[in-house]
């Protein structure tokens, strides 16, 4: 849903005026202030537009970015809850569907087909990122931000809230506990890489190459992601006149998800599935149909004005089964090591 979140993103940015740059639009509220204007500003609102004078600015304040995500994107309205959560977005849901239609096109022969695609689907974000990050630099603020993200909050990490936002970003980003690695591993040569041990503290520890560069690239990725965001954070502030920590108001959804790691979710099911099933195997094409019209009325639910409460539930959820799975397995993988060492 992310995903199609982004997509809607895109294809509103082919305007002239960016709809999410000014307060003139149908959704946005009286609390709305345009960009040029920041909290110091004294300004009087008429007719949604936003005129300096000598009034002060009474009441909370907003800004078209916030209101164009919360009014327009997600549908959310003052009576939206869990109960009631309202109608379908249907922009969103047509965005869902394109995904899936793309992902479905992309799986449906098999790994061959999913392996070329994903030349371009994991090596793109990379070009995007580093043309965000010159471009970041390049503002007004950038710095601060960066500051805010290297520099450590010692009293922040005695909370249990970065932790699990890092477990968050690490389990999605490389994705442990899913079975997206073991799925794409299976595909290997039997012989490839094979792992060396070495014994540790009664413990016989395995190396291998292509496991310690997936979680490099991974972890390099991430910081190089955080350096984008918070170079672009640094900018606002300094647009607003406000500390970099007040432009963060919600940090639930920190994860960066692109299309490769949607193909990698569904690779392990189908893997698992015809792996274990061989007439699965032998109708790939139908079962793939069938997952995503599944994926498809899932999305159906979270494509309504509530889906922002849904989608977090959900990923909360599937992180803790994920730990679960993966503390198992390591408890598993260790008494296994320790019988060999002895």
């Excluded at 110091?40 to 600015?57: G, T, V």
């Amino acid at each position: 849903m992310i995903i199609a979140w982004s997509l809607y993103y895109f294809g509103a940015s082919f305007t002239f005026n960016l709809p999410w740059m000014s307060c003139n639009n149908s959704w946005n509220t009286e609390n709305c202030i345009d960009f040029h204007l920041t909290k110091n500003d004294s300004i009087s609102q008429w007719d949604n537009f936003s005129l300096r004078s000598n009034y002060s600015i009474v009441g909370n304040i907003t800004f078209p970015v916030e209101e164009f995500f919360s009014n327009q994107v997600l549908g959310r309205t003052k009576d939206t809850n869990v109960e009631n959560p309202g109608k379908i977005q249907w922009q969103i849901l047509l965005c869902f569907i394109a995904v899936m239609v793309i992902c479905y096109f992309s799986l449906w022969k098999g790994i061959h087909t999913s392996g070329k695609v994903v030349w371009f689907t994991a090596l793109f974000p990379y070009v995007v990122l580093i043309i965000f990050l010159f471009r970041g630099i390049t503002l007004p603020g950038s710095t601060n931000g960066i500051y805010h993200y290297i520099w450590p909050n010692i009293e922040k990490l005695k909370s249990a809230e970065p932790w699990v936002d890092a477990a968050t970003q690490v389990f999605f980003s490389l994705g442990p506990g899913f079975g997206v690695l073991m799925a794409y591993a299976s595909y290997n040569e039997f012989h490839n890489n094979v792992p060396y041990f070495v014994c540790l503290y009664q413990y016989k520890i395995s190396t291998d190459r292509d496991a310690l560069l997936v979680a490099s690239i991974n972890s390099l990725t991430s910081l190089l992601s955080g350096f984008v965001v918070f170079t672009l954070l640094g900018y606002m502030a300094y647009k607003r006149n406000v500390l970099v920590l007040d432009v963060i108001k919600d940090g639930k959804f920190k994860t960066y998800i692109f299309l490769a790691v949607m193909f990698g979710g569904s690779e392990a099911v189908i893997t698992a599935l015809s792996d274990e099933y061989p007439m699965i195997a032998n109708h790939r094409e139908l079962f793939v149909l069938g997952l995503f019209t599944f994926y498809i009325g899932i999305g159906a639910l979270e494509s309504t004005q509530v889906r922002s409460i849904l989608v977090y539930f959900i990923t909360y959820n599937i992180l803790i089964m994920a730990l679960k799975i993966s503390k198992s397995f390591k408890n598993n993988y260790f008494v296994n090591l320790r019988c060999k060492c002895e």
